[in-house]
T-cell receptor, first 115, second 114 residues
Framework: NAGVTQTPKFRILKIGQSMTLQCTQD?????MYWYRQDPGMGLKLIYY???????DKGEVPNGYNVSRSTTEDFPLRLELAAPSQTSVYFC??????????????FGPGTRLLVL | DAKTTQPNSMESNEEEPVHLPCNHS???????IHWYRQLPSQGPEYVIH???SNVNNRMASLAIAEDRKSSTLILHRATLRDAAVYYC???????????????FGKGTSLLVTP
C-alpha cells in the first residue's frame, strides 16, 4: 500500500511552458485534493474532486486545470507557467469526506520552479 | 470560515514534554479540532483530532478546553524527529457542500534541541 504518490519530485519550467503534475492513490478514496504551499505559508486548496468525473475549484484555481477519469488518478495541469506558480504542490486524498472525522493523506509533494 | 491562532514558533528540549497551544474562539458546536504536522520537505501528516473530550493516541494527546475555544497538543516526550510545523485546523466546508477541506494557517514551528 503506497498511499498517495506524486511525480515528478522537482521540476524547473520556463515561463509559458506547460506540464502535468501526477497524483495517484491506491486506497480507493473518493475524495482527492490539490494544494499549493508557498514558502513559509500554509497550504491553499487549488482543486478538489469528490469522485471520478467530478471536479471543482478551490480557493486558488486560476492558472490550473484538473481531470479525474479514474478513482486512482488526479492530475493537475499547468497550461502557461508563470513565476507566481513557483511553489510546492501537494496532492491528498480521503475516504470519509462528509464525515466530520475524516483525515486526509498527503503525498510527498512536487517542487516547481518557474523561471 | 473558522480560524485558529497559534504561536509562530516554540522550542523544547529533547525528551521533555511539549505543549502546543491553539486558540479557536469562533469554533462551532460541530467542528472537530484537527492537528497535522509537516516534517521538513514532506507532506503534512495527520496527528490527532477531537470534538469535546481529551484524546490520546500513539503520537500525542489533545486537551480541549471545556468551552472549546482553545486546545493544546501534547507531545509527552519530544524527540528530534518531532521537529516540524504543527497545524491546528478547523476545516472549511467545500463550496459544493459535499465535504471538507483543511484550512491551513502558518502553524507553529517546533524546534527540538538535544
Amino acid at each position: 500500500n503506497a498511499g498517495v504518490t506524486q511525480t515528478p519530485k522537482f521540476r524547473i519550467l520556463k515561463i509559458g511552458q506547460s506540464m502535468t503534475l501526477q497524483c495517484t492513490q491506491d486506497m480507493n478514496h473518493n475524495y482527492m485534493y490539490w494544494y499549493r504551499q508557498d514558502p513559509g505559508m500554509g497550504l491553499k486548496l487549488i482543486y478538489y474532486s469528490v469522485g471520478a468525473g467530478i471536479t471543482d475549484k478551490g480557493e486558488v484555481p486560476n492558472g490550473y486545470n484538473v481531470s479525474r477519469s479514474t478513482t486512482e488518478d488526479f492530475p493537475l495541469r499547468l497550461e502557461l507557467a508563470a513565476p507566481s506558480q513557483t511553489s510546492v504542490y501537494f496532492c491528498a486524498s480521503t475516504g470519509l469526506a462528509g464525515a466530520r472525522q475524516e483525515t486526509q493523506y498527503f503525498g510527498p509533494g512536487t517542487r516547481l520552479l518557474v523561471l | 470560515d473558522a480560524k485558529t491562532t497559534q504561536p509562530n514558533s516554540m522550542e523544547s528540549n529533547e525528551e521533555e514534554p511539549v505543549h502546543l497551544p491553539c486558540n479557536h474562539s469562533t469554533i462551532s458546536g460541530t467542528d472537530y479540532i484537527h492537528w497535522y504536522r509537516q516534517l521538513p520537505s514532506q507532506g503534512p501528516e495527520y496527528v490527532i483530532h477531537g470534538l469535546t473530550s481529551n484524546v490520546n493516541n500513539r503520537m500525542a494527546s489533545l486537551a480541549i478546553a471545556e468551552d472549546r475555544k482553545s486546545s493544546t497538543l501534547i507531545l509527552h516526550r519530544a524527540t528530534l524527529r518531532d521537529a516540524a510545523v504543527y497545524y491546528c485546523i478547523l476545516r472549511d466546508r467545500l463550496p459544493t457542500n459535499s465535504g471538507y477541506a483543511l484550512n491551513f494557517g502558518k502553524g507553529t514551528s517546533l524546534l527540538v534541541t538535544p
